[in-house]
């Protein structure tokens, strides 16, 4: 679990490379879906490939359970195609 500050994301609202470093402006729904500024993610651009990585991973984790979870409300019939198929709560890589 991390110590730092946590800050919600929506979306990607801007990417830049300076200096070797890639910075990230985070994005939050504001009135009419618009995204406004919600923070910034700093990382060094040699870790980025690593970072996208890990984030693809996760992706791939996240639709497996989310299939899984499809497949076991279809088969015992307490879930219709219109409710979310994915627990609110877990965790991957640790």
Do not use: I, Y
């Amino acid at each position: 679990m991390s110590t730092g500050p946590t800050t919600f994301a929506d979306g990607l609202l801007e990417a830049n490379v300076v200096n070797g470093v890639a910075r990230l402006t985070l994005g939050q729904a504001a009135g009419e879906g618009k995204l406004t500024p919600s923070g910034q993610l700093v990382v060094p651009l040699v870790q980025l490939p690593q970072f996208v990585t890990a984030l693809t991973n996760l992706l791939r984790q996240v639709e497996t359970r989310m299939k899984e979870n499809q497949a076991k409300a279809a088969a015992q019939g307490a879930q219709t195609a219109a409710e979310p198929a994915l627990p609110s709560t877990f965790s991957f890589g640790r």
